[in-house]
């Protein structure tokens, strides 16, 4: 079946330095690409999407990227800060059957 | 708008018990799926309703089920509980047919004795 793979499991970065998270997908009809932070003790949350017509999106820090062809999609924190500190989940849905494909999630430290 | 709402949000039970808890989606959200989240791992994907159907179903035993009300408000059961079952579960809900954000609800936590 659809698997996503996502790395790495955990990342540990200075404050104010530059993280990237990456997850890889199996199914070429994926066309929906979210990620959700969660932070300790709470309910994940989506912190921003693309859909496959769109190779790039930002929002402030934060940025997706997708390379439809290798079939991999990453999430791009820049400037990162103390509340940037959370586990970050990838997924990916294709119109097969709508259901959310989840990676393994990120543990992200961010070090002061 | 009133968030997703799970009940009750902590249960303790024993071994070879039952137990169901409950998810009350956004209002006019359609969809409702359910995950089980134990400490340090992923979310695994119990199963999802629309519109009072099970759309899909992750791969879980028979002894967790699921329903769907013509409200939306959606029921999990799991019978014969055991020890692996204490978790955090969690549900979400969603607005339409296809690719739409996920709203989850704060989770019910079970600890299975």
């Not at chain 1, 009809?29 to 190779?55: C, H, M, T």
């Not at chain 1, 990162?80 to 709508?98: G, H, I, K, L």
């Not at chain 2, 699921?66 to 204490?86: C, I």
Request: proline share 5%.
């Amino acid at each position: 079946g659809e698997n996503v793979e996502q790395h790495p499991s955990t990342l540990s970065v200075q404050e104010g330095d530059s993280a990237v998270i990456k997850c890889t997908y199996s199914d070429s009809a994926s066309n929906y690409f979210p990620w959700y932070k969660q932070e300790l003790g709470k309910r994940p949350q989506l912190i921003i999407d693309i859909r496959s017509n769109v190779g790039e999106k930002k929002d402030q820090r934060i940025a997706v990227t997708l390379n439809k062809t290798a079939k991999h999609f990453s999430l791009h924190i820049t400037e990162t800060q103390p509340e940037d500190s959370a586990v970050y989940f990838c997924a990916t849905t294709s119109p097969r059957n709508y259901q959310l494909i989840w990676g393994a999630g990120t543990k992200l430290i961010i070090k002061p | 708008k009133a968030g997703v709402t799970q009940t009750p949000r902590y249960l303790i039970k024993t071994r070879g018990q039952q137990v169901t808890l409950s998810c009350s989606p956004i209002s006019g959200h359609r969809s409702v799926s359910w995950y089980q989240q134990t400490p340090g791992q992923g979310l695994q994907f119990l199963f999802e309703y629309f519109s009072e159907t099970q759309r899909n179903k992750g791969n879980f035993p028979g002894r967790f089920s699921g329903r769907q009300f013509s409200n939306s408000r959606s029921e999990m059961n799991v019978s014969t509980l055991e020890l692996g079952d204490s978790a955090l579960y969690l549900c979400a809900s969603g607005a339409g047919y296809d690719y739409n954000e996920q709203f989850f609800g704060p989770g019910t936590r079970l600890t299975v004795l």
